[in-house]
């Protein structure tokens, strides 16, 4: 089913239900990964995905199709996982450079975490990463997103993404280097 069927289906109360089921089954496992780049936790980011299709189901009946409407849920998840580590931040009192430390070392608790593989390395140097720059490099570089999605996610120029994602790619490639 395609979206627009989907949002078709949304506002029937008697097929409400199945449309909202096949956006989830469409789209979970990439919000999913989307989020878990960012919050790291596989529980938390379980949580930031059950809270991000929450607000899609209140919300969706007025989505206008101004955008496409993966590029609106994976804006919704965005906001929901800088939601989750500003709280998270709040709660535990670190810094941000103190976040990346945190979030360092529960990538490195994971069960299958091994230094030596480029994979690890890679993970180890996108929680290096300023939060923006994190963020826009999961999109460009995981996602395979375009500039001009990215920039009606995150509400910013093409441009400052560009930047962002030069910047970001510069610090990974350094840190793999010297790691």
């Known amino acids: 089913m395609d979206d627009h069927e989907i949002l078709i289906q949304f506002c029937q109360t008697e097929t409400k239900e199945a449309a909202f089921t096949e956006l989830v089954t469409k789209y979970r496992e990439r919000l999913y990964w989307h989020i878990r780049r960012l919050v790291v936790d596989h529980a938390d980011s379980d949580d930031v995905l059950q809270n991000t299709f929450l607000k899609v189901w209140n ?45 360092s070392n529960q990538l490195k608790a994971d069960s299958h975490f091994n230094a030596n593989q ?57 840190y793999i280097k010297n790691s």
């Not at 996108?126 to 490099?137: H, Y």
């Not at 093409?158 to 930047?163: D, I, N, Q, R």
Request: hydrophobic share 40%; charged share 25%.
């Open 59 to 103: 919300a969706l009946h007025a989505f206008k199709e101004h955008s496409q409407l993966y590029t609106w849920l994976y804006r919704i998840a965005t906001n929901e996982c800088l939601s989750f580590i500003e709280q998270k931040k709040r709660k535990s009192s670190f810094d941000f450079d103190d976040m990346a430390e945190v979030l």
């Open 118 to 174: 480029l994979e690890w390395k890679l993970q180890l140097a996108i929680q290096q990463l300023p939060e923006k720059q994190r963020i826009v490099f999961g999109l460009r570089y995981f996602d395979e997103m375009g500039y001009a999605e990215m920039s009606e996610i995150l509400d910013t120029s093409v441009g400052a993404l560009k930047a962002s994602y030069h910047h970001a790619a510069k610090k990974i490639a350094e």
